[in-house]
């Protein structure tokens, strides 16, 4: 069994900072792209961040120069650092992991149970 955990949601107020964290563990036999994805009320899932194995990573336009997305491989988690929160930004966001278990021979998307952010102005 493989699965992520996600923490370090919260309330901030605008031009506030948080960090979020999520894990991944169970049986893995690799861990190839992560990434973040954000979803507010109403509206579609959107990709936020996302980083390579290599440690390449892109970013949506809306969060260019605020956010920073990072991995540790050796604990198996990534890290999205959110600075100058704006209102906007206020969302569940959802880990995102393309993993090969060590039961099968190819790679699985796996998601986290999402993590509320909410920016107050």
């Known amino acids: 069994q493989v699965q992520l955990v996600e923490s370090g949601g919260g309330l901030v107020q605008a031009g506030g900072s948080l960090r979020l964290s999520c894990a991944a563990s169970?049986?893995?036999?690799?861990?190839?792209?992560m990434a973040w994805y954000r979803q507010a009320p109403g509206k579609q899932r959107e990709l936020v961040a996302a980083?390579?194995?290599?440690?390449?990573?892109n970013y949506a336009d809306s969060v260019k120069g605020r956010f920073t997305i990072s991995r540790d491989n050796a604990n198996n988690t990534v890290y999205l650092q959110m600075n100058s929160l704006k209102p906007e930004d206020t969302a569940v966001y959802y880990c995102?992991?393309?993993?090969?278990?060590?039961?099968?021979?190819?790679?699985?998307?796996?998601w986290g149970q999402g993590t509320q952010v909410t920016v107050s102005s």
């Open positions: 995102n992991a393309n993993i090969s278990p060590r039961w099968a021979g190819i790679q699985y998307p796996y």
């Open positions: 169970g049986s893995i036999f690799s861990i190839n792209g």
């Open positions: 980083i390579t194995s290599g440690g390449s990573t």
